[in-house]
């Protein structure tokens, strides 16, 4: 039996410490439309996120690095193809975003390449994919 497609896309929650600051982050570096809703770049099956003032700056809190992991991701975007994260990985460093992680290639997987940003709280973007496979 086929089952219906009920769900359309998702949006993660993030609380920020400075709503109007991580509204023009996610405008300006990231590309972003930003609303009072929404934050979201290539509509809402892209990178969709909804911002949320915290009510206090210890409710910020971005994920800690899973086991044997360096970095924590907060946000894991999967890209089209090796070109649009090259694109990606320019606009957002020529826009002056921090990186958390840079551009690598992971040859038994995939392969897969990915890089990682992070926002003004500390939350970790990646974006990666396969090279359009």
Not at 16 to 41: H, M, P, Q
Not at 53 to 65: F, W
């Amino acid at each position: 039996m086929e089952h219906k497609r009920q769900i359309h896309s998702s949006l993660k929650v993030l609380l920020v410490s400075d709503l109007e600051k991580s509204r023009n982050f996610y405008s300006d570096v990231l590309g972003c439309e930003v609303t009072d809703w929404w934050a979201i770049r290539d509509g809402f099956s892209g990178l969709a996120i909804k911002l949320l003032q915290a009510s206090e700056p210890k409710d910020v809190r971005p994920n800690p690095p899973a086991a044997s992991e360096k970095q924590g991701f907060d946000l894991y975007c999967y890209v089209e193809d090796w070109n649009s994260l090259d694109e990606l990985y320019h606009e957002f460093k020529e826009k002056g975003a921090q990186m958390a992680i840079e551009p690598w290639v992971d040859e038994n997987n995939g392969p897969w390449k990915e890089f990682a940003i992070k926002d003004p709280d500390g939350y970790c973007i990646a974006f990666g994919g396969t090279d359009g496979f």
